[in-house]
């Protein structure tokens, strides 16, 4: 395992890819993001985007399931996040690009109160084009070693 | 239509309400949050959440849906969002909770190069019994009335 004493500031990953489709970006946005820019091929034309974009959340959530298969194959001890300082959609998602996240560990800093730690991480999912689509920030929390505390 | 300029610093709405179910909580984190607090009720259990909750980018997909729905109804002008400057998943939100969401605009200013506003709001999302599960500061893009710029 893979645990908040392993964790250094200053490390990075790549922690995967994903293709990203039309089908998938229609799915995620008529549950929950259906502005017409997501939803409406036709109408997403005529937007500001000149075409249909995946909704922002859709973007996160796609870093998250990368985040927690690469989480799985390291063995990460994690035990869920408080949040997120900040997140920017710096460009528009469009089906068939291929999403690749990058992580960089910030910052480490133990519980005082339980037996986990705080890792803050840059993350950062470009596209095909190498161009950043995300930025965020996010805390993760994962368990220490046993006796660690 | 609500344009940018129709919005007021400190305005507040409560913006709908929504009962989140197991099996969207089990649908959601299959695809996107993998995590066996979030996919296994039986698993949960033995975590330190004491049982299942919700994927906190599920949490952030419904107040996304709530903000749409009410965009709607109130035919707000909108036209995407750059991001979220802080998102805080305060306590876990569990099967059968009901979740309700207010909003209240903390900032607006115009774009210099397009025509379009940002509004900054603070967003509030709490359970049946009042606690706040959802923490968040998004800004929004909005469109301006024609001519105003």
């Given at each position: 395992m893979k645990y908040f004493e392993d964790f250094a500031v200053g490390e990075t990953a790549v922690l995967g890819s994903r293709t990203v489709s039309e089908e998938e970006i229609l799915a995620f946005a008529g549950k929950y993001d259906p502005q017409p820019f997501h939803t409406d091929p036709e109408a997403a034309k005529a937007s500001i985007f000149g075409g249909l974009i995946a909704s922002g959340w859709h973007t996160c959530a796609i870093m998250m399931r990368l985040s927690v298969d690469a989480m799985e194959r390291a063995m990460e001890a994690g035990v869920g996040?408080?949040?997120?300082?900040s997140c920017r959609w710096l460009r528009p998602v469009r089906p068939g690009d291929t999403l690749t996240l990058k992580r960089e560990v910030t910052e480490a800093w133990p519980s005082r109160t339980k037996p986990i730690g705080f890792v803050r991480s840059h993350m950062e999912m470009r596209n095909q084009r190498g161009e950043v689509v995300l930025d965020l920030v996010a805390i993760g929390m994962f368990r220490r070693r046993e006796g660690a505390a």
């Open positions: 996040s408080p949040g997120v300082d």
